[in-house]
């Protein structure tokens, strides 16, 4: 089926270990988005790529980097775990800014 | 003050119902409204978008926008059990591409 699919979907990390998260689409979507989901707090915006090539910061971009790998894929990495980033990450794409995302199913991570 | 503001609920009504969710929005130049539904454990799916002032319908979902008041809604009639979820309303701020999200509303429709 066409959408955004999301790897892992469930993660246990210690503090202090690395890891990436993988997206990737296959709707020729041009913009791509990583949010994190907690209770209470919505959806808030990481990072996002308007375009193959080009990466913005969002609202709670620290301790998180992104790589645009191409147009299907959009990855996301924590480079030393804390137990404040616990949540639930979601990744996103858009074929224009105009309408609205389609979401990947999500990876829930766990830091002790 | 949060950007996009929703009542966290849960709004409970009897099945039949009409279910009436709000949102209000902060940025005066926002120009696309979108409501998601998401189910626990899952991913938010794209239910109604809204671009213009007025109503806008799709099946039984309505969304109602009021840019003078910042104020955007959706009515869900005949309200059924499956309707059971959290709402999160979404409007696209000041960058072209990003997308403000409200907390959500959790509705629960009684059988």
């Known amino acids: 089926n066409a959408g955004v699919t999301q790897t892992p979907k469930f993660q246990v990390l210690k503090t202090g270990q690395s890891m990436t998260l993988q997206c990737a689409q296959d709707?020729?979507?041009?913009?791509m988005y990583w949010y994190r989901q907690d209770p209470g707090m919505g959806l808030r915006l990481i990072y996002y790529?308007?375009?193959?090539?080009?990466?913005d910061k969002g609202e709670v971009p620290n301790g998180y980097n992104v790589s645009r790998l191409n147009k299907r894929e959009f990855s996301l990495r924590l480079e030393s775990a804390a137990p404040s980033q616990t949540s639930v990450y979601f990744c996103?794409?858009?074929?224009?800014?105009?309408?609205?995302?389609?979401f990947g199913s999500g990876t829930r991570l766990t830091v002790v | 003050q949060k950007e996009v503001e929703q009542n966290s609920g849960p709004l409970s009504v009897p099945e039949g119902a009409i279910a009436s969710l709000n949102c209000t929005y902060s940025?005066?130049?926002?120009?696309?409204f979108f409501w998601y539904r998401q189910y626990s454990g899952k991913s938010p799916e794209l239910i109604m978008s809204?671009?213009?002032?007025g109503d806008k319908e799709d099946g039984r979902f309505t969304a109602q926008l009021n840019k003078a008041s910042q104020y955007v809604s959706l009515l869900i009639r005949d309200s059924q059990p499956s309707d059971s979820a959290t709402y999160l309303c979404a409007v696209r701020g000041d960058s072209s591409y990003k997308l403000i999200f409200g907390s959500g509303t959790r509705l629960l429709v009684r059988p």
């Open positions: 996103a794409s858009s074929e224009q800014a105009q309408v609205g995302y389609t």
């Open positions: 709707m020729n979507h041009n913009s």
């Open positions: 809204i671009y213009s002032n």
């Open positions: 940025d005066r130049v926002s120009q696309s």
């Open positions: 790529s308007a375009s193959e090539g080009t990466t």
